[in-house]
């Protein structure tokens, strides 16, 4: 059981927005810990998607996005393409300054 | 071109020993925060362990303490994992992952090493 709570699917057709949510506590993401997420197509490595709750790294597109309140962060992607298809994860740290990571989301683009 | 590669995975009995390496090339690894985190076959990702630039400051998750240890040698640009006293539950591809400086999110990861722990 993650400490960090994701939905495990979510779905959508090509064209469409999906957001993807991650709840934690005060003790982590309510604490002002920031929260970045990680796409991982099948068969390799996770990839930074987002850092800092709603920065994008140069080559990831636009239509990812993210934002932060409270004690959740979420994830939106929008003009979902077949390419998304993957299994996304969110990331953030206690105040042990533990590496803390949602359970993952599997996007199936329908 | 910014790379990380780990090696070191295998096959190993319980309460076994194994070493992984991360080998980095392509930027300077002495300035770099680093991590290792983990994924059990078909599960989500696990943080592992943390390294700080020069070595001085480290943090593991709870599932490790005590049994793993993260070293790194910065004139070898090479980040380490010493895993001991080995369990089933530690079965996974394991992988080395950079920091980025201004806010600790892992940039650059590598393709990954697996661990199998079985008699």
């Known amino acids: 059981q993650s400490v960090l709570t994701q939905p495990p699917s979510v779905s959508g057709a090509p064209g469409q927005r999906v957001t993807i949510s991650c709840t934690g506590s005060?003790?982590?993401?309510?604490?002002?810990?920031?929260v970045h997420w990680y796409q991982q197509l099948p068969g390799t490595a996770p990839k930074l998607l987002i850092y800092?709750?709603?920065n994008r790294p140069s080559g990831v597109p636009d239509r990812f996005s993210g934002s932060k309140s409270g004690t959740s962060a979420s994830l939106a992607i929008t003009g979902l393409q077949a390419e998304d298809e993957a299994d996304y994860y969110c990331q953030s740290y206690d105040s042990s300054l533990s590496g803390l990571f949602g359970g993952g989301t599997k996007l199936t683009v329908l | 071109e910014v790379q990380l590669v780990e090696s070191g995975g295998g096959l190993v009995q319980p309460g076994g020993s194994l070493r992984l390496s991360c080998a980095a090339s392509?930027?300077?690894?002495?300035?770099?925060?680093m991590n290792w985190v983990r994924q059990a076959p078909g599960k989500g990702l696990e943080w592992v362990s943390y390294?700080?630039?020069?070595?001085?400051?480290?943090y593991y998750a709870d599932s490790v303490k005590g049994r793993f240890t993260i070293s790194r040698d910065n004139a070898k640009n090479s980040l380490y994992l010493q895993m001991n006293s080995l369990r089933a539950e530690d079965t996974a591809v394991y992988y080395c992952?950079?920091?980025?400086?201004?806010?600790?999110?892992?940039?650059?990861w590598g393709q990954g090493t697996m661990v199998t722990v079985s008699s």
């Open positions: 800092g709750n709603s």
């Open positions: 005060s003790s982590n993401i309510g604490a002002g810990y920031d």
């Open positions: 392509g930027f300077t690894f002495s300035s770099y925060e």
């Open positions: 390294i700080s630039s020069s070595g001085s400051t480290i």
């Open positions: 992952a950079r920091a980025r400086g201004d806010s600790g999110a892992f940039d650059i």
